[in-house]
């Protein structure tokens, strides 16, 4: 019974360390998702301003 124990809490521990690297990595991943999806962003606006500033060039002209 007890050697049962012992493998079950060793297995937990394993188990755990497993979840926790899982976790760590999810939340890498989320970070660069986050990132590349604002820096995405960033380049569309860029674009966008200079589409407008160039339509109001145009209609000043």
């Known amino acids: 019974m007890k050697l049962n124990l012992i493998k079950k ?4 521990k394993e188990e ?16 660069y998702v986050f990132v590349s ?9 860029r674009i966008i301003l200079y589409f407008i500033t160039y339509t109001m060039f145009k209609v000043l002209e």
């Open 16 to 31: 755990t360390a497993y979840l926790f690297v899982l976790l760590i990595i999810r939340n890498i991943v989320r970070k």
């Open 37 to 45: 999806a604002f820096a995405k962003a960033v380049q569309d606006s």
């Open 9 to 12: 809490s060793r297995f937990l």
